[in-house]
């Protein structure tokens, strides 16, 4: 854990569950899940994330975004609840509000190259003609955190007493997104919105490169708003309400938004970039029973992934 006093998140190193030896790999695991548990958010360095591969997917990202409006549109896919391709500034809100958030975005999804009786749910990767490395390059840094995140999610098993592997066949072949969200400049005052007004994330885990500017803030247990500022190369990990609703609210899907710059700085556009890992649809997220005590009682009935992100999708305004 980082002994820095300014962090307000801590700091592991993935190398040492990865590479490390089994008293490494232990402290890993417990430095994760306490973290998960008291904060649900923690930075790593050492995750194998290729600096190349997130610097080419800014450039290209950063290409896309600034193409003219009605050329992005172009992307936009009707009936996709923006799962693939483009969507529009002024589409998304939080499930509490009912303001947009001041963001525009492109999602890529998962593409199944085994014979895994899956792809028939996940609708096409979208690719823009006039940025053609675009997609690909989103491809390449997918394949990278989804590595990364499955060691993640062997940690959290060990440090939840399930197997290692336990959610591997989960999330092989699973509903990933690797979003690329921009931030346009602010040109007037918003209309009591924020950039990305305050939220928790529906997945299992969300992994973060960091961002162009600084603005995303979490909700602290003494309900206080705490910024956090990932040092270089280090990767941003927060729990998402899929995991907290497996471990009955063991593990913490803690609220976080991505307030507004200064006014002197509202003509600076911000760029980011989340991978929202996702198991397969077919995951059963009833809470595990090791996690249902008596101070810790039953919280949620059975649900699927798939039926619990159709559920929240509906809620922030992406699915009718």
Not at 185 to 209: G, K, M, W
Not at 214 to 231: C, F, K, M
Request: negative net charge.
């Amino acid at each position: 854990m980082s002994t820095i006093a300014t962090r307000s998140i801590p700091l592991v190193s993935l190398d040492a569950f990865v590479h490390g030896t089994e008293n490494d790999r232990r402290a890993f695991v417990k430095d994760l899940g306490d973290a998960f548990h008291h904060i649900g958010f923690v930075g790593v360095v050492n995750h194998g994330v290729a600096k190349e591969l997130i610097e080419d997917f800014y450039k290209e990202a950063k290409r896309f975004f600034s193409l003219p409006e009605e050329v992005k549109k172009k992307y936009e896919i009707p009936g996709l609840a923006g799962q693939r391709g483009y969507t529009s500034f002024g589409k998304e809100h939080a499930k509490q509000s009912k303001v947009a958030d001041l963001k525009e975005f492109f999602q890529i999804g998962q593409e199944v190259i085994d014979d895994d009786p899956v792809p028939y749910e996940y609708p096409k990767n979208v690719h823009v003609a006039e940025v053609p490395n675009f997609t690909m390059s989103g491809l390449k840094l997918y394949r990278a955190f989804e590595k990364a995140g499955a060691h993640l999610l062997r940690a959290i098993a060990l440090h939840l007493g399930l197997p290692e592997q336990y959610f591997d066949e989960h999330i092989l072949n699973g509903n990933s997104i690797l979003r690329a969200i921009h931030y346009p400049p602010i040109t007037q005052e918003p209309a009591s919105a924020i950039r990305a007004e305050q939220h928790e994330d529906i997945n299992l885990i969300t992994l973060l490169v960091g961002a162009s500017a600084g603005g995303l803030e979490l909700l602290d247990a003494h309900n206080e708003w705490v910024p956090i500022l990932p040092e270089d190369d280090e990767i941003v990990i927060n729990v998402g309400d899929m995991l907290q609703r497996l471990t009955n609210n063991y593990l913490k899907s803690t609220t976080h938004r991505v307030v507004n710059p200064p006014r002197e700085l509202w003509h600076l556009p911000r760029l980011s970039i989340p991978f929202f890992l996702h198991p397969k649809s077919s995951m059963d997220l009833s809470c595990l029973p090791s996690c249902v005590t008596e101070q810790r009682p039953l919280a949620y009935s059975p649900i699927t992934a798939g039926e619990y992100l159709n559920e929240r999708l509906r809620e922030i305004g992406l699915k009718k």
